[in-house]
């Protein structure tokens, strides 16, 4: 009767601790005593990239085998699976399991890839020599920028032409004073555009202009629910420590006109629980993967926040998310158009960029580019026995409304 054995799982082991499988590519190698193997691991641990990169070499008296775990000839079984290998013991009759990982081992025969160096080219330029080392040595993303911009690359010459053959066109069919309006209304968007919610211009209704699907899915929506519920719970006191504590001040405002009952006080605490996601986020600097976790935010809305509204950083080793001023001003966008459809196509200006910690000009340019229109109740109108409104109030107006572009002229000094 064969004896026994019982398995043994080790404790976690780090990459270098990691058994090693080898496959040759040309075959099975018959005495795979006399080979002697060399495992050489990157010196820089410090990038996350390049810390878990091997080479493993195996020679022989007449062969040399090189396999890697990184570029075109590694395996990408690795990244999708675990292996594991068993030793056993046979005095103890125990079978020790260790985390392994697979080498492909390539043959290496001397002068046969090897080409002759060729003389360095003076005659290249600073850019050339620069794509060289990207092509060498950059990282997977530098690589494909510098395959997309070969790609996309044209001689001069024949982009010239096509460039004074298309602009013939363009003036001669709509006219130079046509293309300067265009020009100037495009100026005025400025780099604002970039970070604007997309917005369906030629709608026929309010609420299509900047559509609530491309804020917040309806799978978002649904996720929300439970938060939501919560932020419909609030009692009159945490409401004021939140008007107290400042930052949600709109959120404050809509949690008191929620309607009591029904579909619209669900629907209306979901979006004040979101819309305060998005002030928190905007007056963060550097965000933790961890944001929204007290507040009981799912994790698909925590996913879409740091996708959308944060850019990431690489510092000391580790990948950051920051909110960059740019981001900021895709936050507020974003939340003005949010503010639209909580409170029927008019937000208050005034409340909001309090609550993202931008100044109100900044929040005017904002509605400005989302094409607004601005109002504000003049002093004296409303009834002096009630209290008067001053914030500023920004709506949806169709058409919507085109501003002529800002220019700020510097005062000159008086020479005496």
């Not at 019982?6 to 099975?28: M, P, Q, T, W, Y």
């Not at 060729?118 to 794509?131: G, H, I, P």
């Not at 997977?140 to 996309?152: C, D, E, G, I």
């Not at 928190?280 to 925590?302: D, N, T, W």
């Amino acid at each position: 009767m064969a004896a026994s054995c019982s398995l043994v799982c080790c404790e976690e082991e780090s990459d270098s601790d990691k058994a090693v499988i080898v496959r040759f590519s040309n075959g099975n190698v018959k005495n795979a005593d006399k080979l002697d193997f060399t495992m050489y691991k990157n010196t820089d641990d410090s990038n996350p990239r390049k810390k878990t990169r091997r080479i493993m070499a195996a020679e022989s008296g007449r062969m040399s085998y090189v396999g890697n775990n990184f570029g075109s000839g590694s395996l990408k079984c690795n990244n999708l699976c675990r292996y594991y290998v068993g030793v056993l013991n046979r005095e103890t009759m125990q079978m020790e399991v260790h985390a392994a990982q697979l080498f492909n081992m390539q043959p290496v025969i001397p002068g046969e890839a090897t080409e002759e160096p060729k003389a360095q080219d003076t005659t290249q330029t600073y850019k050339d020599k620069v794509d060289s080392l990207i092509e060498a040595f950059g990282t997977n993303k530098q690589k494909r920028a510098l395959s997309s911009r070969r790609l996309n690359r044209v001689g001069s010459d024949t982009l010239h032409q096509a460039v004074a053959k298309a602009a013939n066109t363009v003036i001669n069919q709509k006219g130079l004073e046509a293309l300067q309006q265009e020009v100037a209304e495009t100026e005025a968007q400025g780099d604002l555009s970039l970070y604007l919610p997309p917005c369906n211009a030629t709608a026929d209704r309010p609420e299509n202009v900047y559509l609530f699907d491309d804020l917040l899915s309806p799978v978002e929506l649904g996720a929300l629910e439970q938060a939501g519920s919560k932020m419909a719970a609030l009692t009159s006191e945490e409401m004021q420590k939140m008007r107290a504590d400042g930052g949600s001040l709109c959120v404050a405002k809509h949690l008191e006109n929620l309607p009591t009952v029904g579909e619209a006080r669900d629907r209306g605490s979901r979006l004040a629980f979101y819309l305060s996601m998005l002030l928190k986020l905007a007056r963060q600097k550097k965000v933790h993967y961890k944001f929204g976790q007290e507040e009981g935010c799912p994790r698909i809305v925590q996913t879409k926040l740091l996708k959308t509204f944060t850019v990431e950083t690489f510092n000391n080793g580790r990948v950051q998310n920051i909110v960059s001023s740019s981001m900021r001003a895709k936050l507020a966008a974003y939340s003005l158009a949010l503010l639209l459809h909580m409170t029927h196509m008019t937000g208050d200006l005034t409340l909001l960029h309090r609550d993202l910690g931008i100044t109100e000009a900044r929040m005017i340019e904002v509605a400005k580019s989302m094409g607004l229109t601005l109002s504000k109740l003049p002093r004296g109108k409303a009834d002096k026995a009630e209290p008067q409104d001053t914030n500023r109030h920004a709506s949806v107006v169709l058409p919507l409304v085109k501003y002529d572009p800002f220019t700020e002229r510097r005062k000159r000094k008086k020479m005496h």
